[in-house]
């Protein structure tokens, strides 16, 4: 994969990412004063883990900007890890989303619990959260399809943001419904249905966090793609066979090494020109490699 193609894949993640930061500034605008003025805790503290939802596409659109840049002195292997450091960073502020709405509806439901009677929401919120829901899974579904065809983590995260946006609007949803019509007892339903989203969210962070730091380490990519490589190996005329192969994710792109056996008695030249074939086919196939490091050795007596 050359560096235009890379640039391309990182500019079509930040367009999706930069419409959802309109979006997500025009819902929690609505969703915020809906809840002001329709009486609803659930409903602000939805708006707000919006609000934390900007920061963190923000710090996503910079990241795939900054890993797309080529290879430079500093950095002789890219900058693809900023793709990556984005994407733990973004599960980090969806951990923190979760945890404010625990706070805000705990904090609800301790002074229920005080004697206090909250006021039940307004009808009309309901509207203002199936809005929010269909927009919501919406920009999930379309980041989320982009990020899998481009291979970023960091723009499933923030797809993630999204979908956990959308499963709290419809805990709030179901919260306010009961409220209203089971009436008087029911006003902190909301704050339960808040709370449960939560664990979605929570669980949500859990995985974005482990791909993450799983990028971060040099994981292993999948047995799939690292068979795909010594099944592309072996195809070159004059490879025997093809071994330790090791494939791992550095921003939108793959780096892999392997070891190929080739006959003992041809000359450097000779053994020279495989490799390079070897990594010429690697190249052009389907895996969006960036580059391939094939170590040669000569076949056993």
């Given amino acids: 994969m050359s560096n235009g193609e890379i640039q391309a894949r990182a500019a079509a993640g930040r367009s999706v990412v930069a ?17 002001i003025f329709g009486r609803s805790n659930a409903l602000i503290a939805d708006g707000v883990e919006s609000l934390l939802d900007l920061f963190s596409s923000l710090l996503i659109w910079g990241g795939l900007k900054y890993a797309a840049k080529p290879p430079d002195e500093e950095h002789p292997y890219g900058h693809g890890k900023a793709e990556s450091l984005a994407s733990l960073i ?30 039940t929401p307004s009808p009309y919120t309901l509207l ?21 065809r481009i291979g970023s983590n960091a723009l499933l995260a923030d797809a993630w943001h999204h979908r956990s946006d959308a499963v709290t609007s419809i805990a709030a949803f179901i919260g306010i419904s009961i409220s209203l019509i089971g009436g008087r007892g029911y006003e902190a339903a909301d704050d ?29 990519v999948s047995p799939d793609a690292e068979a795909l490589v010594l099944s592309e190996a072996c195809a070159v005329p004059g490879v025997l066979s093809a071994e330790k192969c090791r494939v791992r994710k550095s921003g939108l792109a793959y780096l892999a090494d ?7 008695d041809i000359s450097v030249r000779q053994g020279h020109g495989i ?13 969006p490699l960036e580059d391939v490091t094939v170590h040669i050795e000569p076949e056993e007596d």
């Avoid at 599960?91 to 005080?114: C, K, P, R």
């Avoid at 203002?128 to 899998?148: D, F, H, N, S, W």
């Avoid at 070891?259 to 003992?264: C, F, N, P, S, T």
């Avoid at 490799?275 to 895996?287: C, G, I, P, Q, T």
């Fill in 19 to 35: 419409a959802g930061v309109l979006l997500n500034l025009l819902l929690s605008a609505g969703k915020i004063a809906g809840g």
């Fill in 90 to 119: 973004g599960a980090f502020v969806l951990a923190a989303a979760g945890a404010f709405i625990a706070h805000a509806s705990i904090v609800q439901l301790v002074a229920v619990a005080h004697g206090q009677i909250p006021h």
């Fill in 128 to 148: 203002i959260l199936i809005g929010v829901i269909l927009i919501k899974e919406t920009l999930y579904q379309v980041m989320a399809g982009r990020a899998r």
């Fill in 192 to 220: 339960w249905a808040a709370l449960f989203a939560c664990v979605v969210i929570f669980y949500s962070a859990y995985n974005m966090l482990r791909l993450s730091l799983g990028d971060m380490m040099d994981a292993r």
């Fill in 258 to 264: 392997l070891h190929i056996r080739v006959r003992g």
């Fill in 275 to 287: 490799s390079h074939a070897v990594k010429d086919r690697l190249m052009s196939s389907e895996l």
